[in-house]
C-alpha cells in the first residue's frame, strides 16, 4: 500500500501546489466500494470549503487520465484540521514539544497504542515521552499519527 500511497502523492503534489497549498499527506483507504482516497491540503492562511472544492476538481482531472486506482473510491480533499494527522518526519519534528497519538504496527513496549510528546526526531526515529518513560519508535513502524489539539 505504501508504495501506491507514494506514487499518489509523487502525481498531486503539483496539482495541490498549483493552488498556492501544500499536500500535508494523503490516505488511502482500500474498502471494497467504499474505498477512500482522503487528502490533506495546508497552507499558513488558512483552508477553506473553496480550496477544498477548488483541490478537488483538478485531482480528480489527474486521477481520472492516469487511473492509479483501478477499484472504486471516493476521493475526499480536506484540511489537516487542529488534531491534524502526521506523515512525515518533518512534520513530527515540528511539533517537538507537542502530545501527540501514534497507532503502531508492532507493538513498542508491549503497546501499539501511544500516546505521549515529541522529543524529538533523528532521521527516521521518533523519540516520544509516554508517562515519563522515553521510547524510540520507527517511523516506519507508525500506522498513524496525530497531533492532540490544546484548547
Not at 17 to 34: D, I, M, P, R, S
Not at 37 to 46: F, S
Request: aromatic fraction near 6%; charge should be negative.
Amino acid at each position: 500500500m505504501a508504495t501506491l500511497e507514494s506514487k499518489l502523492e509523487q502525481m498531486l503534489i503539483a496539482p495541490v501546489e498549483a493552488f498556492g497549498h501544500t499536500l500535508w499527506g494523503l490516505e488511502y483507504v482500500q474498502a471494497g466500494k467504499h474505498s477512500v482516497l482522503r487528502l490533506y491540503i495546508d497552507n499558513e492562511k488558512g483552508i477553506f470549503v473553496d480550496d477544498c472544492a477548488d483541490v478537488s476538481r483538478q485531482v480528480s482531472a489527474v486521477l481520472d487520465v492516469e487511473d492509479p486506482i483501478s477499484t472504486e473510491y471516493t476521493l475526499e480533499v480536506s484540511s489537516p484540521g487542529v488534531d491534524r494527522p502526521l506523515f512525515k518526519a518533518e512534520q513530527y519534528a515540528a511539533y517537538t514539544g507537542e502530545t501527540v497519538k501514534i497507532q503502531l504496527t508492532m507493538p513498542v513496549a508491549g503497546s501499539r497504542n501511544l500516546k505521549g510528546t515529541v522529543v524529538a526526531v533523528e532521521g527516521q526515529m521518533l523519540t516520544i515521552n509516554v508517562d515519563g518513560n522515553e521510547l524510540i519508535v520507527a517511523l516506519d513502524n507508525i500506522r498513524k499519527g496525530n497531533l492532540i489539539a490544546k484548547f
